[in-house]
């Protein structure tokens, strides 16, 4: 399964969906871990973190959520404010 990590759009959010530490533990569980760059970076985590984990940085929003099978957020679904759609 592809689990997808996008950057959280509500205005004052600062927690991401997943740590780089839970990614080793879900690619061990035969999972692919996308993560939308700069996902973390409120909450302190670098693309390269997610990287060294074993997750995928992808750069698109539209792409993370295409190609994902499962996203995961902090924040309920809401309208993207730039991909001018809701999440869901």
Do not use: C, W
Not at 52 to 67: S, V
Not at 81 to 88: D, F, G, R, S, T
């Amino acid at each position: 399964m592809r689990i997808g990590v996008p950057i959280e759009v509500s205005k004052n959010e600062t927690r991401v969906a997943l740590t780089p530490a839970v990614i080793p533990t879900l690619r061990a569980d035969g999972h692919e871990v996308l993560v939308e760059s700069g996902a973390g970076e409120r909450a302190s985590f670098l693309d390269t973190e997610y990287e060294k984990a074993g997750a995928r940085i992808i750069k698109d929003a539209e792409e993370l959520y295409t190609t994902s099978d499962l996203v995961v957020k902090v924040q309920p679904p809401t309208h993207h404010p730039h991909l001018n759609k809701h999440e869901a």
